[in-house]
Structure formats: structure tokens, C-alpha cells
């Protein structure tokens, strides 16, 4: 809420600011730029043709360029040089009040160019819309890019992983692919020469169960095993045929 009212509220300054400079600058586009140099030259301003130029030019795109909310900051900035000059060449010595030559209008005006350039125009304006639409596509970029690792992640498969080698009780880790001790990785096989003891723990994974020949599976061949081997199992049952 308080975003919105201070974007109603920049919109309302910015407006109102800029069409008070477009009418001083139209003015000295219209009395010409030989007359504003001789007006400036007599009122003591310091390069009046260059000086003249200047508030001509500033003050009548500047202020159609804060109406429009387009590049708030940098225009702000010229203007409130604009107005700095204007007090001090000027208005500063002649009293605040401006029926006097005074530097109250100035002053206000350059009060309010001091705002846009520390806080911006809002969002209502040029600026605004030109920034939401980076913005927008910035995320959209970083979406992308997120949504992409995301996918890639799953076909890259997972990293290296760390593998446990015991050594008679004693557990060493041993990441995957790195020259270790090389042990079995079934149980029931015999150990390598020269390392007794020594068994790899890998994750076991599923596995359709083999066929052999004559049509016989793992299930049939532990049953076969069963009946000639010379310590059968009680619990073991005769295998069905």
C-alpha cells in the first residue's frame, strides 16, 4: 500500500514539475536563444550564450521527460544544477519570495529534482514499465536456467560416492574410481592373496534372476546344490518336479 501511494504521489510531483519547466523553457524558446544570452549577460551569469543554451534545452525536454517518467534520475540531475545556478547567479541574493526576484520557485523546484534523483520517479511511468519488463525477463531467464540444471541432473546420473572397505573390523572409506584395496565384492568368494580378512561393501542392487542351461534358474540350481551337497540342510525342501 505504501509503494502504490508513493507511486501516485511521484506521479502527481513529476507531472505538476515538469510542465512548470516546459513552460519556462518554451518561454525562452520562444523570446529566442540571442535574447535569453543578452537577458543572462545582464543579469551577471557567467558563459550567458552557454548558460542560455542550457536552461533552454534542460528545461524544456527535461520537463517533458519527467511528464513521460523516462529517465527520472539523470534528467533530475540537470535540472537541479539548473536551479543551483539560478539561485546562485541570480535569485539567491535577491530574498526568498518571488514577487521580490526572489529564490523561493527555484528553490521548490529544486527541492523536488533533489527527491527524484535520491527516490526515483515511480512506478507510473516509463522507467517503470521499462524496468517491470527487465525484470520479468530476467526471471524468466534464471527460471530457465534452473528448470534446465534441474533436467540435466537426472541424465548426468549421481556423483562419486564413497565406498567402505573393512579391514578385520576396521572401516576405511574409499571414494569410487580411486586405487584402494580391491577386495570381492559377492560374499562367498574368495579374498584376493595377501588380503585376508578384507571385504568391500557396495550396494547390492535387484537383479533379474539368471538362467542356465537347460532352462534352469538360480532358484533351481540352489535346489540341485542342496540334494548332492553332503551337509543338506534339514529345513530344506525337495524341489519340486
Known amino acids: 500500500m505504501k509503494r502504490v501511494v508513493f507511486d501516485v504521489a511521484a506521479l502527481i510531483a513529476r507531472v505538476v514539475t515538469g510542465v512548470i519547466f516546459v513552460a519556462h523553457g518554451v518561454q525562452k524558446w520562444q523570446g529566442g536563444l540571442g535574447a535569453t544570452t543578452g537577458m543572462f549577460s545582464g543579469m551577471g551569469i557567467p558563459l550567458p550564450g552557454a548558460a542560455a543554451g542550457f536552461a533552454t534545452v534542460v528545461e524544456t525536454v527535461g520537463g517533458v521527460f519527467l511528464i513521460l517518467g523516462l529517465l ?6 540537470l ?8 539561485i546562485v547567479f541570480v535569485h ?10 526572489g529564490w523561493e520557485l527555484a528553490g521548490a523546484l529544486g527541492a523536488l529534482c533533489l527527491l527524484f534523483l535520491a527516490l526515483g520517479g515511480g ?8 524496468g517491470a519488463i527487465f525484470h520479468r ?3 524468466q ?3 530457465e536456467d534452473e528448470l534446465i540444471e534441474r533436467r540435466r541432473g537426472p541424465a548426468m546420473g549421481p556423483g562419486p560416492s564413497n565406498v567402505s572397505v573393512r579391514h578385520g573390523g576396521a572401516e576405511d572409506a574409499y571414494p569410487a574410481g580411486a586405487a584402494g584395496p580391491m577386495t570381492p565384492a559377492e560374499p562367498g568368494m574368495p579374498a584376493e592373496p595377501g588380503m585376508p580378512g578384507e571385504r568391500r561393501e557396495v550396494p547390492r542392487q535387484p537383479s533379474a534372476p539368471r538362467t542356465h542351461a537347460g532352462g534352469l534358474d538360480d532358484e533351481d540350481m540352489r535346489d540341485i546344490d542342496a540334494l548332492v551337497s553332503e551337509d543338506q540342510p534339514e529345513h530344506r ?5
Do not use: C, Q, T
Open 123 to 130: 512506478r507510473i511511468g516509463l522507467d517503470g514499465l521499462f
Open 141 to 143: 531467464r534464471v527460471a
Open 92 to 101: 539567491g541574493h535577491r530574498g526568498v519570495l518571488v514577487g521580490e526576484g
Open 79 to 86: 535540472l537541479l544544477i539548473d536551479m543551483i545556478g539560478a
Open 137 to 139: 525477463r530476467a526471471r
Open 237 to 241: 525342501k525337495p524341489p519340486n518336479r
Open 72 to 77: 527520472v534520475r539523470p534528467v533530475a540531475l
